[in-house]
């Protein structure tokens, strides 16, 4: 067998971790790689409580306050426009609270038999290789290495 985990660091940038997942699913789909190539997000339990408590707090007065907001004009053309500018404001303070998120990594499993190991290699050649990977930092660890059991139960223990 012919295991190892690729784990790339995004730090604190979602939109080229969604690139990476995007590429990853396109990989799967493509080349029909379902159980062969797995992979999970890592993201630090703080930041994601604390990002999750501000999208909360967040969404649930903008509406509120377009509601109200609507109901006192009479003419529609500005309730439109007022529900727009209520919507444009969800749509700023949503990446807004998703900013503070931090430490965002990826955890690609790749498990190919005995005879598949040409193209194991070549898939760990070629995902660190490509766009969204290239920029950030990563690590492979293979089966062989002391820390492939720790992260094998890391990678079992995400959702």
Same mark, same amino acid.
């Given at each position: 067998?012919? @295991? /190892?985990?690729?784990v790339?660091?995004f =730090?604190?940038?979602?939109d ?7 590429k990853?699913? =396109?990989w799967?789909?493509?080349f029909?790689? +379902? &159980?062969?190539?797995l !992979?999970?997000f890592?993201?630090?339990e703080q ?5 999750? +408590?501000s999208?909360?707090?967040?969404e649930?007065?903008?509406p509120a &306050? /377009? =509601?109200? =907001?609507? &109901?006192?004009? $009479?003419? &529609? ?7 727009? /500018?209520?919507?444009k @404001?969800?749509?700023? *303070? ?16 790749? !498990?190919?038999?005995? %005879? *598949?190991?040409?193209? !194991?290699?070549?898939?760990?050649d070629?995902?660190? $290789? ?7 930092? %990563? ?8 820390? !492939?059991? *720790? ?5 079992e223990?995400?959702?």
């Amino acid at each position: 067998m012919h @295991n /190892s985990f690729l784990v790339f660091d995004f =730090g604190a940038s979602e939109d080229a971790a969604q690139q990476a997942r995007h590429k990853l699913d =396109g990989w799967k789909q493509a080349f029909r790689l +379902d &159980k062969k190539l797995l !992979y999970k997000f890592d993201r630090q339990e703080q930041a994601a409580s604390e990002a999750g +408590d501000s999208l909360a707090t967040s969404e649930e007065p903008t509406p509120a &306050k /377009s =509601g109200k =907001g609507a &109901k006192p004009r $009479a003419a &529609k053309p500005s309730a439109k426009s007022a529900k727009s /500018s209520a919507k444009k @404001n969800d749509e700023m *303070e949503t990446p807004s609270a998703a900013k503070p998120s931090s430490e965002i990594k990826l955890l690609v499993r790749l !498990y190919f038999s005995g %005879h *598949e190991r040409l193209s !194991y290699q070549r898939w760990v050649d070629r995902i660190p $290789a490509e766009e969204p990977f290239r920029a950030v930092r %990563h690590e492979v660890i293979s089966g062989a290495d002391s820390r !492939y059991a *720790e992260l094998a139960q890391r990678f079992e223990a995400l959702d």
